[in-house]
């Protein structure tokens, strides 16, 4: 449930270290990594899949050699952020810390997480760091899409799946950046999204918007061009978006501040508006 939408690789245990801590799942988010500084995101289920939302969580990071040997590369403590999520869903919140990874390829993580009776959980799953970044990179130019907007259609359904559709159909994103407008960008797909996410982030993204709409542009993207035949659209294209939900901020100047990628929070987000509504 945790995972994002639309074919996140499904974390697999590291062959060498056996899982421990009573059946307990670490579900890696994020499908973009690159070397560097990167926002890592993980769902915890207990041994009932039920999420884990009071541990106090530990990540650990873990280069995989060939013939199975895992060196350690680093560790931070994880924050997890859920208060404001939607949870009718099953989804609680997520477990975020910013590590760095020095090279691409294959990496472990461990989390051991230690909850309110002070026993300590351990549990490991594998994920991959890419050499380069498939969605636009933090620091680059956003892509100037011609993405459809309400008065380019005879119904609002017809780039909206959501019950109500949201009113984020009114800016194209190529009309933001020749404006300098900072924009919230979000690629969801609330009625198709297998994850169950993408909904709660578009309502989250709503709910921002009385606070923020005077300086920001905000701008729903669906990923369907087609539900029925899964045409991808042709701004989901553009910015090579492969799992949903996404969200990119873009300053005055044009260019992206910063991405999040899967379950999103109020308490990463409204930093990130700030700055670019300053």
């Not at 020095?102 to 351990?122: C, F, R």
């Amino acid at each position: 449930m945790l995972a994002a939408c639309g074919g996140a690789a499904q974390p697999r245990s590291i062959a060498q270290a056996p899982k421990s801590g009573a059946g307990w799942t670490a579900l890696p988010v994020q499908s973009d990594l690159v070397p560097g500084t990167d926002r890592f995101t993980v769902g915890l289920l207990d041994e009932q899949d039920r999420p884990v939302v009071d541990a106090k969580a530990h990540f650990s990071f873990f280069k995989l050699l060939n013939g199975g040997q895992a060196v350690k590369k680093g560790e931070a403590d994880a924050v997890f952020l859920g208060k404001d999520f939607n949870d009718t869903t099953g989804n609680k919140g997520v477990y975020v810390a910013y590590p760095s990874f020095d090279e691409a390829g294959d990496w472990g993580l461990q989390v051991d997480a230690t909850i309110a009776d002070g026993s300590t959980h351990t549990t490991r799953a594998n994920f991959q760091v890419h050499p380069e970044a498939a969605t636009p990179k933090v620091g680059s130019k956003a892509i100037p899409s011609h993405n459809k907007i309400a008065s380019d259609v005879q119904d609002i359904s017809e780039i909206d799946s959501g019950t109500p559709p949201d009113d984020m159909h009114d800016l194209r994103i190529a009309d933001g950046i020749g404006e300098h407008k900072p924009m919230l960008v979000i690629f969801a797909t609330p009625a198709y999204c297998t994850s169950r996410v993408c909904g709660p982030e578009v309502q989250l993204v709503q709910s921002l918007e009385p606070q923020w709409r005077d300086k920001i542009g905000f701008i729903h993207i669906e990923i369907y061009a087609d539900p029925k035949t899964q045409r991808l659209a042709p701004t989901v294209e553009e910015w090579r978006i492969r799992t949903e939900p996404w969200i990119f901020l873009i300053n005055r100047d044009g260019i992206i501040t910063a991405k999040f990628e899967g379950p999103t929070l109020k308490e990463e987000l409204e930093p990130e508006l700030a700055k670019i509504a300053g």
